[in-house]
């Protein structure tokens, strides 16, 4: 029953709230030693999968197994999972040595060990001189690592976080994603992060697996779901896109035509078998990212549209330029250009040419 | 600034009298007679009439007449146990009442509060008639067959102050012992099981420790309650349930001496501060929730 390299398998797990369904028939599995974040808009049923699998609550459906076996039954204290919970949950009145050393201590383990243990998880999320103090007395971030800390030293198979950044400011939590990361990286704990900030998902999970509604809409590396989308909402949900509705051509080898009212545009569906099995004559979107769009009246791979630029903004590193197609006025168009010393010399009411490379285009089933 | 958002007018007295309000009348109706209790207690009274020179004679008898100081010990002694057994009591009832949901846990709660609104002679003859000697309890006792003759440990005694007054005085045990269980937040439960810890574990290592600024200040309540009752000693007391309200009592009845009813009031005042000072010490240091 154990597949090799894959810690919990989810298995049409539903949860309904009355008559309310909060998840719906979701598969998924987590990889032994994978960073894998769970993303999606409040709402959207993720905190709830974390729930289930921590054993706060109940599945209405389907099975959560752990090396093919259904824990269903297993009371929260005996999974071998820790959490690190949205407001820390740290105890008030024990002191960060206490809280970090708790896990330990309820198992029974001998006080040198713990102590040991205890110091070595403080030195581990860079808090070593702080454990005498008490939780009200540290920063947001000190908290944040004492939870940490307090999850990582049960050595759990797997640790889950419930949007544990959600609380700090944001140099912070762009300094403590890179921390998190790298004490992932160090012990090698397979990790399970729960959060509805993209940037905050790409930049560090192995895999993401977006949620919207209770349903799953895509699982990927963050490098997948950003550039081949699997659906429409994944395609809307990282940043600006653009986003072309039209109808399905044959496909063409790794290729495949889709007829818009801007004309035909010819996308790549290497690695979307499903993409490609779509049915011919159906309704889908030509999606490409703005920064993939390139603007000029030399001769560019792909496709090309004619645009009339309506708008050039500076956005510091980049420019995005905005325009209407000129076959289709409603159709606007983004590209996202590197800004240069020099300014640019384009300017609003010019007619230019997109071109975008076949193999930035791709297509989401509409 | 401020001006353009103060109201104009009279209005703007309003919270000048507000403050007034709020400081005069503690002053007026508390501190004051506490203080005029506090000078009358360095009077003293010859052939009954009150002598207006300070003399420091009523504090001395107490501390010097052999009568005074086991009484007042006894009584500190007997409220101590009413609050510890009002809180051991009251612990179970409050922490069954957190685990209730919804409308039921507020019926109760208000069920429990009901005794509250009842007159408290009332009730203290409710509870006489339970442990007189021909009382419920000695019936109960002896239609079990437990005992074959009525009991005296319990009528008019001091066994009888002690039971009376944890039986009246549990619905103000309870209320704040509820109120700090309910404020700790489901989280850190739920923590605990994540962190291993079995229900007993986290019941003795999260809930007890942080529910005990409710219950120590659920304890000085009961104490400062029951050691400043004198009715119901009184009521059910008899000859040997002799408590410190009770001399205080006489003294300012039967005694018809004022001036000493007025120093052991002042120090039953001083037992009854430190006893809220020593339950909001522990509040404050241990209250670390977030």
Request: aromatic share 10%; glycine share 8%.
């Amino acid at each position: 029953m154990t597949e090799a390299g894959i810690l919990l398998k989810l298995r049409s797990v539903s949860k309904n709230y009355g008559a309310t369904a909060i998840l719906h028939e979701i598969d998924l599995d987590v990889h032994d030693g994978e960073f894998i974040t769970i993303l999606g808009p409040s709402g959207s049923g993720k905190t709830t999968i974390l729930r289930l699998i921590g054993g706060f609550t109940q599945p209405s459906g389907g099975q959560i197994l752990l090396d093919g076996g259904d824990i269903a039954a297993m009371p929260i204290n005996r999974r071998p999972f820790n959490t690190v919970f949205q407001d820390y949950a740290l105890f008030p009145h024990l002191t960060v040595e206490a809280n970090v050393g708790y896990g330990l201590a309820v198992r029974g383990t001998p006080r040198a060990e713990t102590a040991k243990r205890v110091a070595d998880a403080l030195e581990l999320v860079q808090l070593g001189p702080l454990g005498k103090r008490f939780p009200a007395q540290l920063s947001g971030g000190q908290r944040q690592r004492v939870a940490l800390a307090r999850a990582i030293i049960c050595r759990p198979r797997l640790i889950l976080l419930d949007e544990p950044l959600a609380a700090l400011d944001v140099e912070l939590r762009r300094h403590m994603q890179t921390f998190l990361k790298s004490i992932q990286t160090e012990i090698r704990t397979t990790f399970l992060f729960v959060t509805h900030d993209q940037e905050e998902a790409i930049a560090m999970a192995d895999r993401i697996c977006v949620m919207s509604a209770g349903r799953i809409e895509q699982i990927g590396s963050p490098h997948e779901v950003y550039y081949r989308p699997g659906t429409e909402f994944v395609a809307k949900f990282f940043g600006e896109n653009n986003l072309v509705p039209g109808t399905l051509g044959p496909v063409d080898g790794a290729t495949r035509a889709i007829d818009t009212a801007i004309g035909r545009l010819v996308c790549a569906v290497d690695g979307q078998p499903q993409i490609a099995a779509l049915p011919a004559g159906g309704p889908a979107l030509a999606v490409f990212r703005p920064e993939a769009v390139g603007i000029g009246n030399g001769a560019g791979e792909g496709n090309r549209i004619a645009a009339r630029i309506e708008q050039v903004a500076f956005g510091g590193a980049s420019t995005m330029v905005n325009a209407a197609a000129l076959d289709q006025p409603q159709q606007v168009l983004k590209a996202r250009l590197q800004s240069r010393p020099d300014g640019t010399a384009l300017s609003q009411g010019e007619t230019v040419a997109f071109t975008v490379p076949t193999s930035a285009c791709r297509l989401v089933p509409a | 600034m401020s001006e353009s958002i103060a109201p104009a007018g009279p209005n703007r007295l309003t919270p000048w009298l507000a403050s007034f309000a709020a400081f005069v009348v503690p002053f007026g109706f508390v501190l004051a007679p506490m203080a005029l209790f506090l000078v009358y207690s360095f009077f003293s009274v010859d052939h009954g009439s009150i002598v207006f020179s300070p003399t420091l004679s009523n504090y001395i008898r107490f501390f010097t007449d052999p009568v005074f100081l086991p009484i007042f010990w006894r009584t500190c002694l007997l409220c101590f146990t009413v609050a510890l057994l009002c809180v051991l009591f009251a612990f179970p009832v409050a922490y069954f009442l957190t685990t209730l949901r919804g409308r039921s846990r507020y019926m109760l709660l208000v069920l429990l509060l009901v005794p509250l609104l009842m007159s408290y002679v009332i009730k203290i003859y409710a509870v006489r008639s339970i442990l007189g000697g021909n009382g419920m309890l000695n019936r109960a006792l002896l239609a079990t067959g437990l005992i074959d003759k009525p009991s005296m440990l319990f009528v008019f005694n001091l066994n009888a102050v002690l039971l009376t007054l944890t039986v009246l005085l549990i619905p103000f045990a309870v209320l704040p012992i509820f109120l700090s269980l309910e404020r700790i937040p489901k989280a850190l439960r739920h923590a605990s099981a994540d962190l291993g810890a079995t229900n007993a574990q986290t019941f003795w290592r999260v809930t007890v420790p942080l529910s005990l600024p409710g219950t120590l200040s659920a304890m000085s309540f009961v104490f400062v309650l029951a050691i400043g009752d004198f009715l119901t000693p009184q009521m059910v007391g008899g000859q040997s349930g002799f408590t410190f309200g009770r001399i205080i009592y006489s003294q300012f009845g039967t005694a018809f001496n004022w001036p000493f009813g007025a120093a052991l009031s002042v120090i039953l005042a001083a037992v009854v501060i430190l006893a809220i000072r020593l339950g909001g010490r522990v509040e404050s240091s241990r209250g670390r929730i977030q």
